[in-house]
């Protein structure tokens, strides 16, 4: 195990790399994740993320080695996770966690919340994260979940933070409530899309307002301290990177709570400015 990256940081980033913006071919991500998971920052690579389409697609078989560990995204329904699962077997893929939709936005995400923790009841011990809308029927899909969990199903959260329109982008305050909403439940969570850079900022092509992955690691650590969502809300919108590397520091080898971490279409961005920031120091020349 690599002692380059701190606690805070073990698997923090899985590899979303044929996901958008990215969008690499898997002849081209397997290799490249393979390198990542073989590099003096592996400790800090999740698995990687692979459209469930992909899988039964076919696209997958021949490219991994009997027992890597994928994420599978169900991107074809929660219905259609089975399917998918049968296509890996014969590679003896080992699936880490899957992760879907359970609605789209306005729609109510009860139903496929239920279908979903009926699958994970099912799934053998699978750790299954529930894509929930930031929308109407939030704090019920938020209380399903808990309930689930509670009674030992392997279910978590999962929002969306980022996209092709500013809509998908939530503020400051309404991250900071869906976050003190999850710590009021001792319900984990999962981000994706959007946390490109460690700190918050804003796209000059798009002038979409970014979170940033410190933001959101400090501002998670001050809710499960008991921060409400107004002090939670302003650690997120936060530029001042010392304001953020500070508590990075003091806690950096104990173990992340509640933010179980995020996708990015990009390992080496991320990483470049943790070492950039001085919160990694290793082998890699930025």
């Given at each position: 195990?690599?002692?380059?990256?701190?606690?805070?940081?073990?698997?923090?980033?899985?590899?979303?790399?044929?996901?958008?913006?990215?969008?690499?071919?898997?002849?081209?991500?397997?290799?490249?994740?393979?390198?990542?998971?073989?590099?003096?920052?592996?400790?800090?690579?999740?698995?990687?993320?692979?459209?469930?389409?992909?899988?039964?697609?076919?696209?997958?078989?021949?490219?991994?080695?009997?027992?890597?560990?994928?994420?599978?995204?169900?991107?074809?329904?929660?219905?259609?996770l089975p399917f998918a699962l049968s296509f890996l077997e014969p590679d003896g893929v080992r699936v880490?966690?899957?992760?879907?939709?359970?609605?789209?936005?306005?729609?109510?995400?009860?139903?496929?919340?239920?279908?979903?923790?009926?699958?994970?009841?099912?799934?053998?011990?699978?750790?299954?994260?529930?894509?929930?809308?930031?929308?109407?029927?939030?704090?019920?899909?938020?209380?399903?979940?808990?309930?689930?969990?509670?009674?030992?199903?392997?279910?978590?959260?999962?929002?969306?933070?980022?996209?092709?329109?500013?809509?998908?982008?939530?503020?400051?305050?309404?991250?900071?409530?869906?976050?003190?909403?999850?710590?009021?439940?001792?319900?984990?969570?999962?981000?994706?899309?959007?946390?490109?850079?460690?700190?918050?900022?804003?796209?000059?092509?798009?002038?979409?307002?970014?979170h940033g992955f410190l933001n959101v690691l400090v501002a998670t650590s001050a809710a499960v301290d008991?921060?409400?969502?107004?002090?939670?809300?302003?650690?997120?919108?936060?530029?001042?990177?010392?304001?953020?590397?500070?508590?990075?520091?003091?806690?950096?080898?104990?173990?992340?709570?509640?933010?179980?971490?995020?996708?990015?279409?990009?390992?080496?961005?991320?990483l470049t400015d943790l070492v950039r920031l001085g919160l990694i120091n290793g082998g890699y020349s930025?």
């Open positions: 195990m690599s002692t380059q990256v701190p606690r805070l940081f073990h698997g923090l980033i899985d590899d979303a790399a044929v996901f958008p913006p990215g969008n690499a071919p898997l002849p081209e991500a397997v290799p490249a994740h393979r390198a990542h998971r073989a590099a003096w920052y592996a400790d800090l690579v999740g698995p990687l993320l692979v459209p469930a389409s992909a899988v039964t697609a076919g696209e997958l078989s021949g490219l991994v080695d009997p027992g890597t560990e994928i994420g599978l995204i169900g991107d074809t329904g929660v219905d259609r880490r966690q899957i992760e879907t939709a359970v609605a789209k936005r306005g729609e109510d995400p009860q139903p496929g919340l239920a279908a979903l923790v009926e699958l994970t009841d099912r799934l053998d011990g699978i750790q299954v994260y529930a894509e929930i809308p930031l929308a109407w029927g939030l704090l019920g899909a938020l209380d399903t979940v808990a309930r689930a969990r509670a009674s030992g199903v392997p279910i978590a959260a999962k929002f969306r933070t980022g996209g092709l329109a500013a809509e998908l982008f939530p503020t400051p305050v309404e991250l900071a409530a869906v976050i003190c909403a999850c710590r009021d439940r001792e319900l984990p969570f999962k981000l994706t899309a959007g946390l490109h850079h460690a700190l918050r900022h804003t796209d000059p092509e798009t002038g979409f307002n970014h008991g921060a409400e969502v107004g002090e939670v809300a302003e650690l997120l919108a936060s530029t001042d990177p010392l304001r953020l590397i500070d508590p990075i520091r003091v806690r950096r080898e104990q173990n992340r709570r509640l933010w179980v971490g995020f996708g990015s279409c990009s390992i080496i961005e991320p930025a």
